[in-house]
């Protein structure tokens, strides 16, 4: 290990702000953007002190999670046990295979007004679509890891000759080996649960969340703070996704990482 | 007395359209403490013979018994060709090794004490009770696969290319125990290999041939117990060794 990498290993990221940080510096301070684009860190610093000594930021920030959650946790209470089951049983997972690939084709936001024609304007079409978007995803990430393969098939057969139940055997091999898949599944919605939270926010009528705040500091010019909502919304984000990463090596620390 | 007798043993595979009948008129008696060796060709039906004895597979003819114990009550101790595969990564080795008696829902501290006490038992020592499958070697993994087998006290041992994979040291050392256990529990082994120079430990060696397949010889291999390695370079295993070359030798030359 260098002297360098001794010093700066660990803090490889805070080198990368730092860097981010001072071409924005630079950029604005010699005026190389228009300020209606990219404001200057010292109004930016300013927005984000006024967002966060109001409490509005945190209900609008809760009201976003919230929707984001729900909707992935209901994907996730779905597709999980939908996808261990159809993963078991590829004769029927061959019935479902085109419709499951079709869907996942269309864009949930192209099915933004059918969701409101069915669910209103309310939190029910938002969640609606974030559970359209997300539980896809997790289906087939669960289907995937439950697939038997060869190595699954050894840790079966393993389990039958010890006479373990059929539902030891989903229990201890199955779920178990599903765990990894599945968990990345759910790290990819978690990302995308945020994205279609916040769009729908802008989109759906909502009346308060990280999105509309966005929108209305967009549609009155007050890029400070429509930036400042863009790096909260940013850190809870990279927050979730932290999360799930911990929680994924968890489940399959015997498998090697994949940042 | 027989412990085990396979009778009339057949498997078909079906795709749907065709049917494949891969085991053909398979009878074997193996008597109590017996070792009995399997070879053939790969890709043969060994495996899938093992399967069906070992309880994983469903014969489509034929019958398997075990003398004096009712079927629901036979334990099977099993180690898979692929030993690596067999063991559970997310488990540590006392964990993988108690894998019977969690079945049996045993508590967890029970198990592990009484999987360390195997594991010492049989003279693994040196094997990192709490290491999680892929920090072990292979030798060290087979002998985990091995323990297992051993740990619910099985009526019989069915193990599927027990050597394969494995430095020479590995096979000494795996070789060893089994020799070990078969001299102090009398216990019956039904093993595969593919080397000659495995089959010393082996009361009688099958030879799994056709297709279907079934056996077309049986070998006995006439050494005192319990079996040494260096008995190998005796005048009588020779010539087992070399009855069985030459069979093989005028089997596939056919082909």
Known sequence: MTKYSAIFGNFKWVVSIGIILGIWWLSTSLNWINPLFLPSLDDLGNAIRELLTNKTIYLDAFATAYRALIGLVLSAIVAIPLGLVLGRMQGVYEYIEFPVDFFRSIPSSALFFLFILVFGVGDLSKIAVVFYGCSLIILVATIYGAKVNKEKQDRINMLTAFRATPFQVFHLAVVRDALPHITAGLRISVSLSLVLGIVTEMFLGATNGLGRQIYDFYLRYEVPKMYAVIIILGLLGFAFNKLFFILERKLSFWQPAEK | ?255
């Open chain 2, 1 to 255: 007395m027989i412990e085990i007798q396979v009778a009339g043993l057949e498997k078909d595979f079906s795709d749907g359209k065709q049917t494949k009948k891969v085991l053909n008129s398979i009878n074997m008696d193996v008597e109590k403490g017996e070792i009995i060796a399997i070879r053939g060709n790969n890709g043969i039906g060994k495996t899938t013979l093992f399967n069906i004895l070992a309880g994983i597979e469903s014969p489509t003819k034929g019958s398997i018994n075990f003398s004096g114990v009712e079927k629901k009550k036979i334990r099977i101790g099993y180690t898979q060709q692929d030993y690596t595969s067999s063991l559970l990564p997310w488990f540590d080795v006392l964990d993988n090794v108690s894998i019977p008696l969690r079945l049996l829902k045993v508590p967890k501290p029970e198990r592990r004490q009484r999987a360390d006490q195997l594991l010492s038992n049989l003279g693994f020592d040196n094997l990192p009770r709490d290491a999680y499958p892929h920090q072990l070697s292979g030798g060290q993994k087979q002998r985990v696969a091995l323990a297992r087998a051993l740990f619910h006290e099985p009526h019989a041992l069915f193990l599927d290319e027990p050597f394969a994979n494995l430095d020479a040291q590995a096979i000494k050392d795996i070789q060893d125990v089994i020799s070990q256990i078969h001299h102090k529990k009398q216990l019956t082994i039904v093993y595969i290999t593919h080397e000659l120079d495995h089959i010393y430990l082996a009361d009688r060696v099958f030879l799994l041939h056709g297709k279907p397949a079934k056996f077309i010889d049986e070998f006995k291999v006439n050494l005192p117990r319990p079996r040494k390695r260096n008995m190998t370079l005796s005048y009588d295993y020779g010539n087992v060794r070399s009855h069985i070359l030459t069979r093989e030798e005028k089997l596939y030359d056919k082909i």
